[in-house]
């Protein structure tokens, strides 16, 4: 069962770094467990090609078009950034800033969270989704406080009480909905199933359902990064280390994501109006234009992209809440690229961070003298998370914008103002560190840039050719999703 | 050899745009200078010449193409019409001297950027062809913001100065602005069920009002590609910043290929015009040329002055493309056609002079290492071939007979003189204001050059640490040559010309003037009919020059012919020098004297008790004050009011939650 | 008035017990007796668990009961209490801003919760009608509750008080959820509780101190 | 075209060449006549003209090709422009060659070279010379198109022959427009040629003279030149004035007959002209070199003023 080895893989991984994280060869080890993880997505992938979507272990878990390129892409992202974080880690215990104990708690952690991703995925049950979702704000809490600054405790602490309470929000929402179904499929097991609750969607009690989505969106959306619940995310992802911010933009905010769109999916069955998707194109909404302004106020790199995740993540909800082929369309692949270009972002940063020794951008410069490689990164990397064509970003952005302004179009001028805001903010700040007289000194480790270089590669094939088969995943997880 | 003989213009184009590119991957890879500059370039000028030849042969008729990439079940769609050959012929006719020029101008640079700069640069070229060719919004707008991210790299080549990157900052970010609006305008145009390909576009039908939104978006995003005011403040830093031969592509190209953008989306994909975008279209452009043109006479910098002057240009393009809009929709074929003639023609014109005069700053660049004017002079000394290029090209630019610039006047004239009856009858009052307007404009044009020319080439150096300047290289010069002989030939030879442009005007305004123009033989221009008006370059040339030689003739044969030299009488005044002569300051004074009420000049004057007084003064634009400084302070203060939010105190984040969840709660009951 | 079997009573019993901790734990100032409350809590939960597995028949609620009893009823108040004399806060006294107007904002939430359980909990199938408004009320008082407080313990009470709103709705709307789904629940609450152990012990270092009021470094304005 | 029109077209320049310096020898004489002197003569200019082609010519040393070249440059447009204007018949071969457009087009290309030659020995007076000449021309220029425009609106073209056959040949119409243009007309022609009150061509003194100061480095043959081309100049200012306001005589193409008659009221119209010029200048002073911009300006809105009266009045 292909399933059940991508998740095993991960968990195992967990224990066995737990035992062995202070080798010498421990990185290599992250990295092959990762491996392995991702050649049995690989495998799981083709099987879906092969024979499509399928349930297996009595229906606990399923696997459809829409999850199973999110969990191909999670494989793919955990396999490139335990890569990167291999020289990464080893420059930050250069730097003394870890101690081998640390490392071991990181590589652990590491694979745990991969492996809550990927249950959270493949999970049927709306109740183990939010278990799964809880623990991952639990495996990455630690992450975040690695290095045991004041300001990483103070930044974990937030995530984990903010995400914490969401959270429960999301458990009772999914109380409520279990509250529901139960009436429909009775009290046995079946009636947190996703692929029960959405045969019998229509029938579901719509008081009950809208009131639970509220809650789920509460919850979950807290995950996602919609503002108002986003506080925790800049301090997050600007105080962890750099491969954890890299995989908490890449891939949390998308499952979290994920969660709320299987649960709209379902409200809207019940409900038969656009509900849910109005709520989510009123967060998306905000969060796009407050993270817009936010971001022409950022020092610290990380911090700023963080706010960009932010703005992403929005944009995202707003087109899923917006719905219809096209939208949503544009929205799955908006996910993939934001994904891989963040996290390409990320890696680039780290570096440029250990080189000049400091994440405020004022005191990084002239990257493309110092090590062009790092400073092509960054500076493609950004262009691409601008929307600048021909990267993937700008392809799913043009569709999103174009069918707005098809549907909503007195909505479109908000959108296209804090884009521009946003680009103003981000480009005048990645040029000073890309371009102009340097500062940064030579690393003792050569940059690991190939992951940044393979994500912005795909990222534009994305912009200029979809595959085949990806499209129709896109499209099929288009029509499921409606 | 048959496949390649059945290929139709547009497969060729496709070939040579993906030529194109992979020859910019070859610098990017080959890391050996001599490679890229003796190979790469001059095969990138051939590629030009083969897309100006390919898009001459394919005005004849229409074809539609799809590449086999892009969205899913949405491929690309390229088509070539007799609008889009024109601008593919005007980007391959300019771009080759220009290649040529590059091919020896960068010979010089390191390695490093000049690998980069090669891929940059044919990218460059590369996507304007493919704005050119594309049909429908994806692929546009995909090569629309490639174009200016290439040539934003290009702009920053030089990134080590601040102003540099201020510059290319600027420039991107409202490349960027544009192209969201130019997105906006696609769209309100969108067809059913958002099919996003011109096709279905010329479908649509749309009423006045959103027809009328499309167009003003339309003009926002080009507007601000073509420097109409007051969307004009990148192109005077982005230019000087460029290295020139960049310059020369963006002022000569790439402002072009807004232009394209407007008339394609003006007559073609809206259908037909409404009268009152014409109006606009000929005010903005009066003022666009006025602004342009007097900020150029008072700048001290060769290439802002150059790019102030591309901003008049492109004013008087739009004058054109106005005008016909207003004949188009008060159902005056003839005049609709000549007036678009003449702003195609201006067009072309224009990327052939102004990418000859940007070379040639390239070339004084490269021999001072001086840009700014009070430091240049005499030059034509040392470098006796590229001042009478440059001659060529100052005296285009200046509108004068025979040459080039002067037709495209000329036939600008021509349709307001033939305006009057127009049903508005205020429009009629505009029209001879406008022309006015045009005549000053096109005046100052020739005080600017004479400063120019006058300034850099003639009088003594200014310089103090006097640089002995070297001639332009061998293959500099030929790509300015070349670009100066079709000044002449564009000049003197109109006739083939206009009827070169008339498929365009045929097919956006649906009328010829191929009949008129062939009436009289293709030594005369008549657009209309020849009592009305003609125009014979090559006889003037002719005359004046057996004039000059004539005189010559008798001069030597009848005189003796003595000859003295001696030191510049000057009224007697014995020691004079180079500092006697006029500054560009000084020359520009009297015209800031006379506009300084609407430039903020920014004097210094010196106390009486001064002991060395030095006096400067500054123009800066207003315009800048009046709507981006606003604009800028605006987000600041919103962004500072929003960052309150995030003010560290878990307690307050965890109450949003806690809001967020009981409204959200409320609402739902 | 329908009758209501005495089941039903005594369930309506643990639920206003539980809205009345919930009140007292939102005026309590020590910790101590805070940690003393949640363990209160969690016995009454666990006990109406109990009541709800007898009524009807359903014999995974009896595991869950007992679960509840052992994980919050013992194990979780006793690492806290560990915790707080290994942290030495055993009297440690907080100050709250103006009880009485919490206390009316708390009221002002049950009567918001109640009104919103209304429609929905009169279609519940079991005996529980009213309890879901109770469950809502606790849960949003005990938001309430971490919102005021200013000091992490008293924060992470609040926290697990929430879980248990949670729970008790859980099992009273719905005869509880899937044992798979509790069991996960229940391992991430014990995991949860470790971390923040593990926390308070790094904040001391880094702060010698569990004022929040020193965690507001990381900031935009 | 017939060989007859080139022959004639060929003897009318000569001729108009050969008599141009009589033009300003006639209004100098009128001046001084005006003034209580006994003038030099009417042939004045052309002695100066033949003292001037005996001299050695002095070139200064910074001099380059391009100040050599001018003279000839401007005397050849010049020449080209007084054969363009239509003095004593229409229709002339080189007529369709060039409009009123082209022909401002070839004085302004002769002021961009007059100009550029000032510039290019790299004297102080050179330089201001120049910047003045084209502070004037700048203004100068539009202002004389306008006055052509609202000729050609008038005529439906901007074909000189066309203008003057609408004008002259035509019933005769009053046009109220052409009376703001003819106050242009004499404005722009005082400017254009360096007449008192913007210019006085008899005076070195430094803070005043525009012309002269740019051709103040040229000498003997050169000068020669350009003095001549001045005169030619002039002429063609006075006969493009003549068939704008007066045409009154000029022969249709092929009329052989009336050919005495046009060249008697051309010499009379010259010799009128003329004398009201040197009126003008022995009347009125020169004006500082700040108010010839304000002049100029008022030039050019009267010009744009002839053009907008056409299209309330007289537009059909």
């Given at each position: 069962m292909e399933i059940l080895w991508v998740i095993l893989f991960p968990l195992c991984g967990g224990i066995v770094m737990a035992l062995f994280g202070k080798h010498r060869l421990a990185p290599e080890l992250n990295s092959a467990m990762s491996l392995l993880t991702l050649i049995s997505a690989g495998v799981l992938t083709w099987r879906v090609i092969e024979h499509g979507s399928f349930t297996a272990l009595d229906e606990e878990f399923f696997v459809d078009a829409f999850n199973v390129f999110l969990v191909a892409l999670t494989a793919f992202v955990g396999f490139t950034t335990s890569l990167f974080s291999r020289p990464y880690m080893r420059i930050e215990q250069h730097h003394g800033k870890l101690s081998a104990n640390m490392l071991r708690l990181y590589y652990s952690m590491y694979?745990?969270?991969?492996?809550?991703?990927?249950?959270?995925?493949?999970?049927?049950?709306?109740?183990?989704?939010?278990?799964?979702?809880?623990?991952?704000?639990?495996?990455?809490?630690?992450?975040?406080?690695?290095?045991?600054?004041?300001?990483?405790?103070?930044?974990?602490?937030?995530?984990?009480?903010?995400?914490?309470?969401?959270?429960?929000?999301?458990?009772?929402?999914?109380?409520?909905?279990?509250?529901?179904?139960?009436?429909?499929?009775?009290?046995?097991?079946?009636?947190?199933?996703?692929?029960?609750?959405?045969?019998?969607?229509?029938?579901?009690?719509?008081?009950?359902?809208?009131?639970?989505?509220?809650f789920l969106l509460v919850g979950y959306g807290t995950k996602v990064g919609l503002a108002p619940l986003h506080n925790w995310l800049p301090d997050a992802h600007a105080e962890g280390p750099t491969p954890v911010s890299a995989v908490l933009s890449g891939l949390l905010l998308n499952v979290a994501l994920y969660a709320v769109v299987r649960s709209k999916v379902l409200v809207d069955g019940a409900l038969g109006t656009h509900f849910a998707g109005n709520l989510m194109m009123g967060f998306g909404l905000l969060s796009v234009v407050m993270a817009a302004f936010f971001l022409s106020r950022q020092k610290d790199v990380k911090r700023m992209f963080a706010y960009s995740s932010i703005e992403h993540m929005g944009l995202m909800t707003f087109a899923f809440g917006m719905g219809g082929a096209v939208a949503t369309f544009a929205a799955l692949l908006h996910m993939t690229v934001h994904c891989l270009t963040k996290s390409a972002i990320f890696f680039a940063v780290g570096h440029a961070a250990q080189k000049s020794g400091s994440q405020i951008m004022e005191q990084i410069r002239g990257l493309i003298k110092t090590s062009p490689t790092v400073g092509w990164g960054l500076s493609l990397g950004t262009l691409a998370i601008l929307g600048m064509p021909p990267f993937g970003v700008f392809t799913s952005e043009f569709l999103i914008l174009v069918t707005t302004m098809h549907t909503y179009p007195w909505i479109t001028p908000v959108l296209l103002l804090a884009l521009g805001v946003a680009f103003a903010a981000i480009f005048s700040r990645m040029q000073v560190m890309v371009f102009g007289e340097t500062t940064g000194q030579r690393l003792p480790h050569p940059p690991a840039l190939v992951p940044t270089f393979v994500h912005l590669g795909l990222v534009l094939m994305l912009g200029v050719y979809v595959p085949p088969y990806l499209a129709q995943w896109y499209h099929q997880a288009a029509a499921l999703i409606g | 050899m048959s496949t390649l003989a059945g290929m139709l213009p547009i497969d060729w184009m496709m070939a040579i745009i993906l030529f194109w590119l992979l020859l910019g991957l070859a610098g990017l890879l080959s890391h050996n200078p001599r490679f890229i500059v003796q190979i790469v370039f001059p095969l990138g000028a051939v590629a030009a010449l083969a897309l100006a030849l390919a898009a001459l042969a394919g005005t004849a008729q229409t074809q539609v193409a799809t590449a086999p990439l892009g969205l899913p079940n949405l491929p690309f769609h390229l088509r070539l019409d007799a609008l889009s050959a024109f601008f593919l012929l005007l980007l391959g006719a300019a771009s080759v001297g220009i290649s040529v020029f590059s091919s020896g101008y960068f010979r010089a640079m390191p390695v490093s950027k000049l690998g980069l700069l090669c891929l940059e640069y044919h990218v460059f070229l590369a996507s304007m062809a493919t704005v050119l060719l594309a049909d429908d919004a994806y692929l546009f707008?995909?090569?629309?913001?490639?174009?200016?991210?290439?040539?934003?790299?290009?702009?920053?080549?030089?990134?080590?100065?601040?102003?540099?990157?201020?510059?290319?900052?600027?420039?991107?970010?409202?490349?960027?602005?544009?192209?969201?609006?130019?997105?906006?305008?696609?769209?309100?145009?969108?067809?059913?069920?958002?099919?996003?390909?011109?096709?279905?576009?010329?479908?649509?039908?749309?009423?006045?009002?959103?027809?009328?939104?499309?167009?003003?978006?339309?003009?926002?995003?080009?507007?601000?590609?073509?420097?109409?005011?007051?969307?004009?403040?990148?192109?005077?830093?982005?230019?000087?910043?460029?290295?020139?031969?960049?310059?020369?592509?963006?002022?000569?190209?790439?402002?072009?290929?807004?232009?394209?953008?407007?008339?394609?989306?003006?007559?073609?994909?809206?259908?037909?015009?409404?009268?009152?975008?014409?109006v606009l279209l000929l005010t903005l452009g009066l003022i666009t040329a006025l602004f342009g043109v007097i900020f150029a006479a008072v700048q001290v910098d060769m290439k802002r002055l150059l790019a102030y002057s591309s901003i008049e240009n492109i004013g008087i393009i739009l004058i054109g493309i106005g005008l016909a809009i207003i004949f188009h929709t008060s159902g005056k074929g003839a005049l609709a056609a000549l007036a678009l003639t003449a702003a195609l023609y201006h067009a072309l014109n224009h990327a052939f002079m102004k990418g000859l005069l940007f070379l040639g700053t390239g070339s004084v660049l490269h021999a001072t290492g001086e840009r700014h004017l009070g430091r240049l002079g005499g030059l034509i000394h040392g470098m006796p071939r590229l001042a009478l290029l440059m001659l060529v090209g100052v005296l285009a630019l200046a509108g004068l007979p025979p040459l080039n610039g002067f037709v495209s006047e000329w036939l600008t004239l021509q349709a307001f003189l033939l305006s009057p009856g127009l049903p508005q009858p205020y429009l009629n009052m505009l029209v001879p204001v406008a022309a006015a307007a045009l005549a000053l404009a096109a005046a100052l044009a020739g005080f600017v050059m004479v400063k120019f020319y006058g300034v850099v080439f003639l009088g003594r150096s200014r310089a103090l640490a006097a640089v002995p300047p070297h001639d332009a290289g061998a293959r500099e010069q030929l790509g300015m040559a070349y670009l100066a002989l079709g000044c002449v030939l564009l000049g003197t030879l109109p006739t083939f010309v206009v009827l070169g442009i008339d498929p365009v005007a045929a097919e956006l305004v649906g009328h010829s003037l191929a009949g008129n123009v062939r009436s009289t033989g293709w030594l005369l221009l008549t657009p209309m009919r020849a009592e009305r008006a003609s125009y014979g370059p090559l006889v003037l040339l002719l005359v004046i020059g057996t004039g000059v030689l004539f005189t010559a003739w008798m001069v030597r044969r009848f005189y003796h012919g003595r000859l003295r030299i001696a030191p510049a009488w000057d009224c007697g005044f014995p020691e004079q020098n180079a500092r006697m002569q006029d500054t560009a300051e000084g020359f520009g004074q009297p015209i800031r004297q006379i506009f300084e009420w609407f430039m903020g000049v920014v004097k210094h004057m010196p106390s009486p008790f001064d002991v060395t007084p030095t006096f400067h003064s500054s123009v800066h634009d207003r315009l800048w004050d009046l709507c981006y400084v606003p604009v800028q302070r605006a987000s600041e203060m919103l962004s500072a009011q929003i960052g309150r939010l995030q003010q560290g105190r878990i307690h307050v984040y965890l109450l949003y939650s806690f809001v967020t969840l009981l409204v959200l709660l409320a609402f739902v009951q | 008035?329908?009758?209501?079997?005495?089941?039903?009573?005594?369930?309506?019993?643990?639920?206003?017990?539980?809205?009345?901790?919930?009140?007292?734990?939102?005026?309590?100032?020590?910790?101590?007796?805070?940690?003393?409350?949640?363990?209160?809590?969690?016995?009454?939960?666990?006990?109406?668990?109990?009541?709800?597995?007898?009524?009807?028949?359903?014999?995974?609620?009896?595991?869950?009961?007992?679960?509840?009893?052992?994980?919050?009823?013992?194990?979780?108040?006793?690492?806290?209490?560990?915790?707080?004399?290994?942290?030495?806060?055993?009297?440690?006294?907080?100050?709250?801003?103006?009880?009485?107007t919490i206390m009316l904002v708390g009221l002002a939430l049950v009567v918001f919760a109640f009104n919103l359980a209304a429609p929905i909990s009169h279609m519940a199938g079991t005996i529980t009608r009213s309890t879901l408004g109770v469950a809502m009320a606790s849960v949003l008082l005990s938001f309430l509750m971490m919102i005021t407080r200013s000091k992490a313990v008293p924060q992470v009470v609040g926290f697990l008080a929430m879980e248990n709103g949670l729970f008790f709705a859980a099992t009273s709307a719905t005869y509880g959820m899937p044992m798979v789904v509790e069991l996960g629940i229940a391992l991430d609450v014990l995991i949860a509780m470790f971390i923040l152990g593990i926390f308070f012990f790094q904040i001391r270092v880094a702060f010698d101190s569990l004022d929040l009021k020193h965690m507001e470094q990381l900031k935009d304005d | 075209m017939k060989i007859t029109d080139l022959l004639f077209q060929l003897v009318q320049n000569t001729v108009l060449l050969v008599a141009a310096p009589l033009l300003p020898g006639w209004i100098s004489q009128c001046r001084a006549w005006l003034q209580n002197r006994n003038g030099a003569g009417v042939l004045q200019p052309y002695r100066m003209l033949l003292k001037l082609f005996h001299k050695d010519a002095v070139l200064a040393d910074q001099a380059s090709v391009l100040f050599r070249v001018m003279p000839y440059v401007l005397f050849s447009c010049m020449w080209l422009a007084v054969a363009l204007v239509p003095v004593l018949v229409t229709g002339l071969p080189l007529a369709p060659a060039v409009d009123v457009i082209g022909l401002v087009g070839i004085f302004a290309l002769a002021r961009m070279f007059i100009s550029l030659a000032a510039m290019d020995v790299g004297t102080a007076f050179g330089s201001m010379g120049a910047r003045r000449e084209m502070l004037v021309g700048f203004l100068a220029e539009p202002a004389l198109l306008m006055v052509l425009f609202t000729a050609s609106t008038i005529s439906h073209s901007t074909s000189l022959t066309t203008i003057v056959e609408t004008l002259a040949q035509q019933h005769f119409v009053l046009y109220p427009s052409m009376t703001f243009a003819a106050v242009a007309f004499v404005m722009v022609l005082l400017a254009e040629n360096a007449r008192i009150p913007v210019d006085n061509p008899a005076t070195h003194l430094e803070l005043t003279m525009i012309h002269e100061a740019m051709i103040l480095e040229y000498s003997a043959r050169h000068l020669a030149l350009v003095e001549w081309a001045g005169a030619l100049k002039m002429l063609a200012y006075m006969t493009l004035g003549i068939a704008l306001f007066v045409p009154y005589g000029i022969a249709a193409p092929g009329d052989w007959s009336a050919l005495p008659l046009a060249v008697v009221l051309l010499v009379l119209k010259l010799a009128l002209a003329g004398a009201g010029l040197a009126l003008i200048e022995t009347l009125s002073a020169k004006m500082r070199i700040f108010r010839v911009p304000e002049f100029m300006g008022t030039a050019f809105l009267f010009a744009v003023l002839g053009l907008l009266t056409h299209f309330l009045l007289e537009a059909a």
């Open positions: 694979q745990l969270f991969c492996f809550t991703m990927l249950l959270a995925l493949l999970t049927n049950n709306m109740g183990i989704l939010w278990v799964a979702m809880e623990a991952a704000t639990l495996t990455t809490v630690l992450l975040v406080s690695l290095y045991r600054t004041p300001a990483s405790l103070e930044a974990a602490w937030k995530y984990f009480i903010l995400c914490g309470v969401g959270i429960a929000q999301a458990l009772f929402g999914t109380i409520l909905l279990y509250f529901a179904a139960e009436r429909l499929l009775g009290a046995n097991g079946t009636a947190l199933l996703w692929t029960h609750l959405n045969q019998v969607k229509g029938q579901l009690e719509p008081t009950v359902l809208s009131l639970a989505f509220v | 707008m995909l090569a629309w913001e490639t174009m200016a991210l290439s040539s934003y790299f290009l702009v920053t080549t030089d990134h080590e100065q601040p102003e540099v990157r201020q510059a290319g900052f600027l420039y991107l970010l409202m490349a960027h602005v544009g192209a969201l609006a130019i997105l906006m305008s696609f769209g309100v145009m969108l067809g059913a069920h958002g099919d996003d390909s011109f096709a279905a576009m010329r479908h649509v039908h749309l009423t006045s009002t959103s027809a009328s939104v499309a167009m003003l978006l339309a003009l926002v995003g080009f507007g601000a590609k073509a420097g109409v005011l007051p969307l004009h403040a990148w192109l005077p830093e982005a230019h000087p910043a460029a290295p020139s031969p960049v310059s020369a592509l963006m002022s000569g190209i790439m402002l072009k290929t807004a232009v394209y953008g407007l008339l394609r989306i003006s007559f073609d994909l809206l259908g037909v015009p409404q009268w009152w975008w014409g | 008035m329908t009758h209501i079997p005495f089941t039903g009573q005594l369930i309506n019993m643990c639920a206003s017990l539980l809205l009345l901790i919930a009140f007292a734990m939102l005026s309590q100032r020590r910790v101590l007796s805070l940690v003393h409350l949640f363990a209160m809590q969690g016995l009454i939960l666990a006990f109406s668990t109990t009541v709800v597995a007898y009524s009807s028949h359903q014999s995974h609620l009896y595991f869950s009961a007992g679960l509840t009893l052992v994980l919050k009823g013992i194990i979780l108040p006793v690492i806290l209490h560990k915790l707080v004399r290994r942290l030495d806060i055993l009297w440690d006294v907080e100050t709250l801003f103006n009880i009485p | -």
